[in-house]
């Protein structure tokens, strides 16, 4: 009986903790816009030593050109700029393959791709 409660123990204790594996993070590095033909030239670059750069020219009297610092938190990017009198996309959404980032603002919802 004392064999069969500690084989039963075993396999619970193998199940569970082979049930909490980590994931690998998708590397959000990289350039991402619309393609080269659309007038909004909306771009999205992403660099390894934690700065970006974002311009939106889909409004030509209200440009947005910015750059600061971003953070990733599990599938979301998140950017940081000292620009703050400046409204833009700040929070995008990594896709599972790392090749499309997506964001909303309002009413405005923008889809980058990899362009790399």
């Avoid at 610092?69 to 833009?88: A, D, H, M, P, Y």
């Amino acid at each position: 009986m004392k064999a069969l409660l500690r084989i039963s123990i075993l396999v619970m204790v193998s199940v569970i903790s082979l049930s909490f594996t980590t994931k690998n993070k998708v590397s959000p590095l990289g350039t991402y816009g619309v393609s080269a033909d659309d007038f909004s030239q909306i771009q999205l670059v992403i660099l390894p030593n934690q700065t970006f750069t974002y311009q939106d020219f889909s409004v030509a009297k209200h440009k947005i050109k910015i750059s600061g610092t971003w953070v990733q938190k599990g599938n979301k990017i998140i950017l940081k700029s000292s620009e703050s009198q400046l409204r833009f996309h700040h929070v995008w959404t990594l896709s599972t393959n790392g090749k499309q980032v997506k964001s909303r603002k309002g009413l405005c919802y923008y889809s980058l791709c990899r362009v790399e």
